[in-house]
DNA sequence: GGCTACAGCCAC
DNA sequence: AAACGTGGCTGTAGCC
């Protein structure tokens, strides 16, 4: 059963041919059960409304989301030209989300120059997506991808509809411990001023240096013969003066007080809860984005303010070394799977089981020279260690090196489940023919080199992070479905939405990392169903090759607890 | 005052 | 370990 939510001009859907009433929608959506697959054009627009009504969907198709996976796949053929402008379906944005305590526009009526009914049609939409799909020989796989894709929308509606549970008094205890009082407006918190002081003593700067403005530093630090060619934190800890010690407080804490002081505090927490609006799809790869708050670099020092409602407790479960696992399974390799296992065959620790494979003598070099394998570093002891990972493991590392020089070459590559990289832009094409015109000199050549090495790190790193970012989908998708048939557990729902009030429900993803908000009673029943879906994402993306995904699961009332 | 570019740092 | 992949966000600086 798949019923489409088809827009009309007078402001009412209609749902399989049937005319409904926005406000009649979360009865009818709820009364069709968990069998259904609700279409839609964009799940952010239609599915907080369905919350707020503490209706939740088992089950959507979002053909916004669907379509830009399509349009660009090569493992799909879109009909029509291939250089086709884009159409409404490729350029409309997410609708935005709205805290629950500002006025909804999701069912109200629509204005008259925003009416859904200039939308583009969803039922033409769907078969085009239908027959695009049962068109490819890799239809299996794009109906994971757009089946995990849709889950992953309705996820993240849901988890920003929760919010993260945030103390706002433990954040400002956070801010005063490390920067002293809350300052008033235009000040310096008391430990910036000081240290402020200090380095203006170390440089012997007037007290007009303001170490706020980079260019009066940078002279000043010139000035003093500090020998400091930028300000950046990795090149000011190798230089031996007394200014750099305080200096580097001052950044960092400096860095904390702008990005997550006080004032973001008040901007983006209300009523004990953070939301941010995640963007999913919002990356190229295929990862998430996130949109107000920065949710998906949330700094480790305020991680305490995360403190789970009276009665509730935080599961915290991220994959250990998830993208060199992705990657051992994309290219087939069993060496590396089984440096995956480890030695006793349940490994926790890949980069152990590279060590004990003998390829490299520290934990350390394996990692690093992974990491260079897969973001294309060629320097330092990364690029030392490659040979070695290559000789060990020639299938992984030849598959990365593949798909480097798909993208040197300017062509696409797509990861395991179907989405696929976008093309190298106009400045590329030019550099590239620029280096065989007749006049083309050595600059040229270089620049074109240059050029096309970069797109090849782009490439080769895209098909690890997508697809890992694949994996993890799938992970919440099944983690969302799971934890809805452990069902309600008897606890205060204390600030907690419906329909989740008393049941274990998500509150954060960072790409490899979750968070879930649960009844306390219930917490090792999450704990398993976390790990049991993370070996169901592997399953579901590559079937019975022996890779195994760990996950190290904590269960604490605090997230900081939790790591 | 608004806009853009850039440097820098946080997360993965 | 080194500055190599993906982002968001903040401030300064310089422009109109």
Known sequence: MQPVVV?????????????????????????????????????????????????????????????????????????????????????????????????????AAPGPSSGPAEGPDPLAELAVQDAVVAASPSAGRLRLLLAAESAGALAAVEMYHAGLPWLADVHDAVLTETLGPRPRLGERPARLEELAQLIRGALDAPASLNPDSPQDLLRALQRAGVGARTLRKWELEKLDHPVVEPLLEY???????????????????????????????????????????????????????????????????????????????????????????????????????????????????????????????????????????????????????EAARAGERGEIVTTHLGRSSPLPGATWHEAQSGAYQDDAGDDDVARARSYARSWGRFTRNFVVQGTAAEWALCWIASIRRRLWALGPADVSAGLVPPPFDARPHLVFFVHDEIVVHTPAALADAVAAEVQAAAAEAGRLLFGDFPVQFPLSVAVAPSYADAK
């Open 7 to 107: 827009p009309s001009p007078d402001g009412s859907v209609r749902v399989d041919g049937r005319r409904v009433a926005l406000g009649e929608l979360p009865s009818v959506v709820a009364s069709a059960g968990a069998a259904a697959r609700w279409t839609w054009d964009d799940t952010n627009r239609w599915y907080p409304g369905l919350l707020a009504a503490g209706v939740r969907v088992d089950r959507s198709h979002d053909l916004r989301l669907a379509h830009r996976i399509l349009r660009g796949s090569a493992l799909a053929a879109w009909p029509g030209p291939a250089d086709a402008p884009p159409g409404p379906w490729d350029t409309l944005p997410p609708a935005p989300l709205t805290p629950a305590d500002e006025p909804a526009m999701l069912f």
């Open 251 to 401: 950044k960092s804490l400096y860095r904390l007080l702008t990005a997550n002081g006080w004032a973001w505090l008040e901007a983006w927490v209300r009523e004990g809860r953070f939301r941010s609006e995640y963007v999913v799809g919002g990356v190229v790869t295929g990862r998430w984005a996130s949109s107000g708050g920065g949710a998906l670099q949330l700094p480790k020092s305020v991680r305490r303010a995360v403190v789970a409602d009276p009665g509730w407790t935080f599961v915290v479960a991220d994959a250990a070394q998830l993208e060199p696992r992705v990657l051992a399974a994309m290219a087939g390799d069993d060496a590396m799977a089984a440096a995956g296992r480890g030695p006793d065959g349940r490994g926790a620790d890949m980069y152990a089981g590279i060590v004990a494979s003998g390829a490299v003598p520290t934990r350390e070099l394996a990692k690093v020279g992974m990491l260079g394998a897969m973001y294309g570093g060629t320097t330092g002891s990364s690029g030392q260690v490659l040979p070695r990972l290559a000789k060990t493991f020639p299938r992984s590392l030849a598959f990365v090196d």
